[in-house]
């Protein structure tokens, strides 16, 4: 096997990248497009249905119906289940292996049918996943089907699902590497950079150029109202982990219900077309009521109640385990937050409202940045979905104190914890613990090998090193080798234990032992 991969292997992975971003931004365009327009046709039938009670019936009738497809669908494949954003962690960690083809299509019916009639799901989860798929399907189809080539093409199959689901092709790349891949290789980044790239160029194809949240504002936020920031961003950490806690904990409170896990899709389901009748334009994943935040005025009650009814239905929705994501769910509460904040402390006479739409933008950073614990996809996601950069500061300052905040409750990053809860498959460790593989771990400053030659250091007996990069330079390793921060260590290890040398690797490392 390669020790190292030569520029031709760089430049055909990066090639392939291409091919999957391309690939990945007409799947997930098609996705985004029928998702839009099944939401706009459910709210014409939910308005319609009001004063036609036969309609009513055959709504919740056909709930019923999608909720059966659904389960039929989950049940087949478990994979697709939730937003597969965990799976995917799993997959890049050599926990889990798939059938791509088998997750794609499935998942892509089954959050069409979930995401579209109006459930308070996002369609960005599943976009990672279905790029994702298609990177592995790309792997298998140019024999790059196993080993780091393919956890490559799946990495940057990943970024090309968000940069194509929100138009963010930075962000999308920066999110595989902070949250999904935990490594900033050089060989990953630009691979999942051009695979991002290639993906947005479809959707914008499609969609065009406008940002998806282009929030209107007149100024910027004024240094003497940064105090502001803090006391949002303490806010905004503490509901972080509240949603952290509930949302782990629905699977829980579904089990009460008896239902058979593949077929609780049917309670949101049903839920659903009574709120849709009510409230139609407060309904879906939740893009309109950001843009459209500002109008519903100074009215504290009205956005309490908002904040209450997208809080409980996303958690109810999520839940349930349909396919479906959290991501635009939580920059919608967030928004949300943000808008109370600036109506409560303008009535206080310490804000004009005016401000009321940066802290919006704000708030929407900070309060995914807090749950998911990667604060740089926080700010750069934000940046490039309202299209400006004036934001920058103000952005950063929020999403470090919610952060800060999460983390001082011991918060776990949301889509970890949810991997950690994934049903992983012994069968494939087993059978890949015949095969050796590729681990590669960057080395920090503050680590506890740093400044250590390669003899001194206890590595398990069950790897290897088999080089050292320094920048672009690479090291051959021997014992007199000394490592430095900034370094990335290549190991050799057995296939089938890669998840669990990993960890024990990064907490020698990280001197946790």
Known sequence: MKIALKDNDKLRLTLEGILVGIISGVVVSMFRWTIAHSLKLFQGLYVAARTNVALTIGLVALMVIVAIIVGILIKQEPNISGSGIPQVEAQ??????????????????????SIGPGLFLGREGPSIQLGATIGQGVGDLTHDDHGVNQRVLIASGAAAGLAAAFSAPIAGAMFVLEEVYHNFSPLVWITSLASAVSANVIAL????????????????????????????????????????VLTLSMPAFYAKTRLPRYIQGIIP??????????????IGGGNEVILDLTKYGPSLAFLLGLLVLRFVFSMISYGS???????????????????????????????????????IIFAMAGYFACISKAPFTAIILVTEMVGSLKHLMPLAVLSLVAYIVVDMLNGAPIYEAMKERLNLNSDFLNRVSKFNDRLELPIYEGSSIDGKYIRDIPFPKEILVVAVYRGERQLIPRGDTLIKAGDRIVFMVNAGQRAKISKKLKDMINGLD
Not at 210 to 221: A, E, G
Not at 223 to 234: A, N
Not at 269 to 282: A, K, R, T
Not at 334 to 341: P, W
Request: no cysteine; aromatic share 14%; proline share 7%.
């Open 92 to 113: 890049l960690g050599g926990e889990m292996q798939i059938k791509w083809w088998s997750v794609l299509w499935r998942k892509f019916v089954g959050g069409i049918l």
């Open 205 to 244: 194809y499609v969609f065009g150029l406008q940002p998806v949240l282009q929030v209107p504002y007149r100024f910027s936020l004024p240094i003497k109202y940064y105090w502001h920031l803090v006391v949002l961003g303490i806010i905004l950490g503490l509901m972080g982990r509240l949603y952290q």
């Open 269 to 282: 389901l049903i839920m659903i077309v009574p709120l849709g009748m009510m409230v139609p334009q407060l």
């Open 321 to 359: 385990g349909v396919p479906g994501g959290i991501f635009l769910p939580i920059l919608n509460l967030g928004a949300i937050i943000g808008a109370i904040y600036a109506v409560f402390m303008n009535q206080l006479g310490l804000l004009p409202l005016y401000f009321e739409s940066n802290l």
